[in-house]
């Protein structure tokens, strides 16, 4: 399994983020991904969430179906592999 950072910023359109975060938290959970931890940051302005899959192009399909992309809510978005000593 390899590990991923999806690290994301949040548009200027409070109701849009208000009607989408709860399909994007229940999104993320229903996956029950190896290694999940994320959530928001303190000031709204977007969050982070880390999680294990097979492969880059596996973390690609999970963040295209996220309902903050689907919902064009993010202002940008990064996401990295993340090479932990374990």
């Known amino acids: 399994m390899k590990r991923f950072v999806y690290f994301y910023l949040m548009k200027n359109d409070p109701d849009a983020i208000r009607a989408?975060?709860?399909?994007?938290?229940?999104?993320?959970?229903?996956?029950?991904?190896?290694?999940?931890?994320?959530?928001?940051f303190v000031d709204h302005s977007g969050g982070c969430i880390t999680f294990a899959v097979a492969s880059v192009e596996m973390a690609r399909e999970l963040i295209t179906r996220d309902p903050f992309r689907t919902n064009d809510c993010l202002s940008r978005y990064f996401l990295k592999e993340w090479l932990l000593d374990e």
Do not use: M, S, V
């Open 20 to 40: 989408a975060a709860p399909h994007h938290a229940r999104y993320w959970r229903d996956k029950a991904l190896p290694h999940f931890q994320g959530g928001p």
